[in-house]
């Protein structure tokens, strides 16, 4: 029987001995409310998280920025009017007039600010875009985080289970030596040694339920539930098989990457930041008219309406190097980005090869605990057989029954790192949620 078939096999008898999941009360406390999978897990972090709703700010920041950007093809409109009154009369006529009354109407409309507004409204796409990519990077590297402390709980339930069946079979050895010793076929050293493996397969399962109910506030908390609201958990440890390699893992990895293309677009939103800053040397043009009413109009005492237009040109001379120092600061930005774009390169590679090293040792790992936990089984079985026999001492049966269950541990815990090497591996490909929907977990 392989090492699956078994570890599912010893979960159903822990079962049918009465030893449910959730005994204590910290486990019947979690298991209220609607059970969480993996995916309805995704939905809630996606939903809840605290860094992910405080990065889609940075979207209503965007939408803010571009459309101050866009209002600068806009023309500027205003509307005044005021009264006043002085001693002495307004009028040159001789009437009696000591009053002023002015409504206007304005309009300035910017023809050319020598690049700077064109700078600015590309600016706003590429800020825009970033604060997209910022979002799904984040979304990509919270939902691998989110694959650690999810299965860490199902890791923690399995090995209560685990030790819920040491116990079971630690009770069932103690019955036996007890009623050996009754019958004169063994000694009080005997019974005190598996009343000893007992009591330490206790202590150890007291130490998995705090492990446990550790994992899940983490988890929900996570996920955004409180404590007290936190809901059970629903899936299995498996290994997964992945195909391809790394070459197809770079390729995605360039394709996908948020973070990648967060950088690119900085680029581009720095070279328009020296357009902008190199505008401040640059001519600008711009078109004016107003129209209102004005009573009294120069010294003389009647009402009419007024209006007037101007076309105005502005040529800097010399502005003491503010212009020039400015862009030198945005040159050394731009070289420092281009700098950050080669080393995130690099980092993927290298984030790549790494993540195909780790997955390929907790395969490795996964096969010989595998195998090491079909010989703890059988031998477990030999110890049991010769010890009723009385040809095995007691030590070598209890040193069986420890290994089987280090074994079974271990085995849960290679299960555990092969799922997380593989979810690494996404995470660095940047495709984790695509790639969950794709699968059944």
Same mark, same amino acid.
């Given at each position: ?5 078994? @570890? ?102 910017? =023809? ?34 989110? @694959?650690?402390? @999810? ?21 069932? &050895? ?50 955004? !539930? ?11 440890? &498996? ?45 600008? =043009? ?78 490795? &790992? ?18 049991? =057989? ?35 090497? =593989? ?8 495709? !984790? ?7 059944? @977990?």
């Amino acid at each position: 029987m392989s090492a699956k078939k078994t @570890f599912t096999l010893l979960v159903g008898i822990s079962a049918l001995l009465g030893f449910s999941l959730c005994a204590t009360q910290a486990c019947a406390a979690a298991a209220t409310g609607t059970p969480v999978g993996i995916l309805d897990a995704i939905d809630l972090t996606l939903r809840n998280n605290p860094e992910l709703l405080s990065l889609r700010q940075e979207a209503a920041k965007a939408l803010a920025f571009r459309l101050q950007a866009e209002g600068t093809s806009q023309p500027e409109v205003a509307v005044g009017a005021y009264v006043d009154a002085q001693r002495e009369n307004q009028t040159s006529d001789g009437s009696s007039r000591k009053d002023n009354r002015v409504a206007r109407l304005s309009l300035q409309q910017t =023809v050319y600010s020598g690049g700077r507004n064109a700078a600015l409204r590309r600016q706003s796409r590429q800020v825009t875009s970033i604060a997209d990519l910022s979002l799904a990077a984040a979304e990509n590297r919270a939902v691998g985080e989110l @694959f650690a402390r @999810f299965y860490n709980v199902l890791l923690q339930e399995s090995r209560i289970e685990t030790e819920k069946a040491g116990i079971a079979t630690s009770e069932l &050895h103690l019955r036996e030596v007890t009623r050996m010793g009754e019958l004169g076929l063994s000694n009080r050293l005997e019974v005190i040694r598996a009343s000893l493996q007992l009591a330490t397969n206790r202590a150890n399962l007291s130490s998995s339920e705090g492990a446990l109910e550790a994992a899940q506030i983490s988890l929900m908390n996570y996920m955004g !539930i409180p404590p007290e609201e936190r809901r059970p958990v629903t899936g299995r440890l &498996h290994a997964i098989e992945l195909t391809g390699g790394r070459a197809e893992s770079l390729a995605e990895a360039m394709k996908n990457r948020a973070d990648r293309s967060v950088l690119e677009n900085q680029l581009e939103y720095q070279a328009n930041q020296i357009e902008i800053e190199r505008s401040g040397t640059r001519p600008t =043009v711009s078109l004016g008219a107003s129209a209102g009413y004005l009573d009294p109009y120069r010294g003389r005492d009647y009402g009419d309406d007024t209006w007037r237009a101007e076309l105005s040109i502005s040529v800097p001379i010399f502005d003491r190097n503010v212009t020039r120092a400015n862009v030198m600061r945005a040159e050394a930005v731009i070289e420092q980005d281009r700098i950050s774009l080669v080393q995130k390169d690099l980092d993927i590679k290298s984030g790549v090869e790494t993540a195909w090293a780790e997955l390929e040792s907790t395969k490795g &790992h996964l096969e010989s605990t595998e195998r090491a936990l079909e010989l703890a089984e059988e031998s477990l079985r030999l110890a049991g =057989v010769g010890f009723q026999e009385g040809v095995t001492p007691q030590l070598d049966l209890l040193d069986a029954q420890s290994s089987l269950t280090a074994s079974r541990l271990e085995y849960q815990r290679s299960l555990y790192n092969n799922m997380l090497a =593989v979810t690494a591996l996404k995470v660095t490909e940047g495709n !984790i949620i695509d790639w969950v929907g794709e699968l059944d @977990f």
